[in-house]
């Protein structure tokens, strides 16, 4: 199987490294800077921008496209560039082709669901996005579901939780605090990159859910890693007690408001085995790293 992966950015050089032992894998940045690490996976590098048709046109011809592009933790003007028209004429200029790709594969995030207060979602729970971005992100889900049909490509959505791995541990968010009340559903880098792995070898599903096992309190999360790391448990504030300080955006804190906890069932059902199942193994290398230093 060829595979192009548009945004070979944290997620996709990953994704990249696990498929270039078993297929042919192009790997695809919008500068020139990222193209070196692209190539250290054994993929081949391409410079293009998913905006523009015409960059797209150096991408050979696929199999599988994944779109996996970041905005750049910008606002929802530079995230529907990047995620709704980017995505669609990466759709459109792919499909368009003589040989369109059997499968496009989405990358989204847990964000489209909105607020639950606590509760559980998965594949099949109505999304309610909350901010503008997040909206973003669910007509960007809709692009790659309904545009590909267009095209006869079978097209996926998997939706990722708070991503963390090398680079992303940010230990001392939680380790220095204070920390503020809420739920985190997390998923490893390598898993995140394995899921997308998995559907892209066989898994015929629209929408797929990547995260963890383990939905946790960010309260118990920061003592238990400040145990594990031989400090003190850092300060705690309620919701209210952030909200109050009154320095947060309208989007931030919705952010804030926002209390979900995310289910794996379906990803367990189909058959996918997890590197990392909870946040006690993947964090398990950083705090080692911690601890040592």
């Known amino acids: 199987m060829k595979v192009a992966i548009l945004g070979c950015g944290y997620v996709g050089l990953e ?3 696990q498929l270039t032992a078993d297929h042919e894998v192009v790997g695809v940045r919008r500068s020139t800077d990222g193209l070196a690490a692209v190539e250290a996976t054994g993929a081949e590098p391409i410079r293009a921008d998913v905006t523009e048709r015409s960059d797209l046109e150096a991408v050979p011809t696929a199999d599988a496209v994944v779109f996996a592009t970041s905005s750049g933790g910008r606002g929802a003007e530079a995230a529907e560039a990047i995620y ?12 368009t082709r003589d040989r369109p790709p059997e499968r496009f594969v989405y990358t ?8 639950h207060d606590g509760g559980w979602v998965d594949e099949t729970t109505a999304i309610e996005p909350t901010t503008e971005k997040t909206r973003v992100l669910a007509e960007a889900e809709r692009v790659a579901r309904e545009r590909t049909a267009d095209f006869g490509i079978d097209g996926t959505v ?4 708070g991503l963390y791995g090398p680079d992303r541990y940010r230990l001392e968010r939680y380790l220095d605090g204070p920390v503020t009340e ?5 998923i490893h880098r390598d898993d995140a990159a394995g899921v997308v792995r998995f559907a892209l070898e066989g898994i015929d599903e629209e929408i797929l859910l990547a995260v963890d096992d383990e939905p946790v309190e960010k309260w118990s999360f920061a003592d238990w ?11 705690k504030r309620t919701k209210a007690d952030r909200l109050a300080e009154g320095d947060l955006s309208e989007a931030a804190e919705r952010r804030i408001l926002t209390s979900k906890r995310c289910s794996n069932e379906l990803l367990h059902e189909l058959g996918y085995e997890f590197h990392y199942p909870t946040y006690r193994e993947g964090y398990r290398a950083a705090i080692e790293a911690y601890r040592d230093a």
Do not use: Q
């Open 84 to 95: 709704v028209d980017g995505l669609t004429t990466a759709i459109e200029a792919f499909g």
């Open 158 to 161: 998997i939706r990722f939780a």
């Open 15 to 17: 994704l990249a490294r």
């Open 225 to 235: 890693l400040a145990d594990e790391c031989g400090v003190e448990s850092p300060p």
């Open 108 to 115: 989204s995030s847990t964000g489209v669901y909105g607020d």
């Open 182 to 186: 809420g739920y985190l559903n997390m």
